[in-house]
């Protein structure tokens, strides 16, 4: 069996009702189709309020599901207010990022698990973000959707910040996460077409390979198991 | 010299019908916008069958990342969103037929069925309010739901669909039949 197919594949930014237009338990389905093994299903709203997804269809053998929140935040102390808010009621949280006070703000607190589409403004992270990101174990998102909803010139500035995102992750060893940020069923991509995107934005095979299951796995496996005891302080076995 | 190429068996997931034509259309044209011509040429991308939702893509033996990428760009075809999963990649046609187009897998849903004259009214429940609407498409457990109201609408803007995606266990009260 190939190192692909032994993998298990997980999404952290997937989108569903109320917040966009299909329903949890949809995404669930057509996930599980395309070959996951787990989604984090984000909430995103102007008030940054978490609003639990209670579902009524039985889980699928062999599939999970993640709660977390996208934070969306005008400025870095608004942002500390809200990630104390939802803390302890997600397991993964993310912040939208794009502004660049604000992806220094979220790549330089331990309690970020993911820097959303940084790259969203066309603008590339630099040397300080990426070190910091580093050491605050915050994961670096590249979002194929900035290549699947846009085309031409937009495409090419966000494509050419994310190739710059890929060296400075590779340069200071940042954990990278590939994400759909799927707004409906038909944002979602298979593993393999999600890597092979990856690859587009400079990644080798392994790399993308990592940043869609090992990477994202063990983000799950450190906030899920309790294993955190404070910023960067956790439990090794 | 003969050229090697690999079979990528796809299935296509739609808003509506998708025409053969406008497929290899839409597929060209997103391998001319990501690769440009020169890419374009060297992979010898080729739909060589089409019928119900699902194909056989030929491509030269090297690229096969490379198409998968092109395959995962399309979004839109004339106006219905559209999406391209890859079910397999084999060394011949009738590899990629027998092992991925003909047997049926258990994750994978039935074929979708229309039944647009049987429109039943249908309702969900949110948190934040209850959508009612249409149901357009019915696919065993899966339902698309038209809704015409102002605040679904401005969802549906957001999400850049027509229909809400649903299943059967989101309905309230399960008098839906379909």
Known sequence: ?237 | MRESNRYLAISVTSEGDIPRRDLVNEILFCAATLLGDAGNSEMGIRLLSFEENKGIIRCRMDKVWETRAVLAIVTTIKGMRTRIKVLGVSGTVRGATEKYLLTQDINEPEPEIKRTQRIKECKMIIDVGTISGEVVNRNTNEIDLLSEDPHSLEILNRSNTRYFGITVFDIKDKEIDV
């Not at chain 1, 992270?125 to 031409?152: E, P, Q, T």
């Not at chain 1, 990644?203 to 993308?208: G, H, I, K, P």
Request: with cysteine; net charge neutral; charged share 25%.
């Open chain 1, 1 to 237: 069996m190939g190192i692909i197919k032994s993998s298990d594949f997980y999404d952290l930014n997937i989108h569903a009702l109320p917040d966009y237009a299909d329903s949890p338990s949809r995404m669930m389905l057509e996930a599980k189709y395309m070959g996951y093994s787990g989604i984090c299903l984000t909430s995103i709203n102007p008030a940054n309020t978490f609003r639990d997804t209670d579902i009524t269809m039985p889980t699928p053998r062999d599939f999970e599901i993640y709660t977390g929140i996208e934070i969306q935040a005008d400025n870095v102390s608004r942002l500390n207010k809200y990630i104390n808010r939802s803390i302890n009621k997600v397991d993964i949280i993310t912040v939208s990022g794009g502004d660049e006070d604000i992806n220094r703000g979220a790549v330089e607190d331990g309690r970020v698990d993911l820097l959303a589409h940084p790259a969203s403004q066309g603008k590339p992270l630099n040397h300080v973000l990426s070190k910091a990101a580093a050491d605050n174990g915050v994961a670096i998102d590249f979002n194929i959707d900035a290549l699947i909803r846009y085309r031409g010139g937009s495409r090419v500035r966000i494509l050419s910040a994310l190739r710059q995102n890929t060296r400075l992750a590779r340069k200071f060893d940042a954990p990278m996460v590939i994400t759909s940020n799927a707004r409906s069923h038909y944002d979602l991509r298979g593993p393999r077409e999600m890597m092979a995107l990856g690859m587009l934005m400079g990644m080798t095979r392994e790399e993308a390979l990592h940043a869609l299951s090992t990477v994202p796995g063990s983000i799950i496996n450190r906030n899920r198991n309790n294993n955190r005891i404070m910023d960067g302080v956790e439990v090794v076995q």
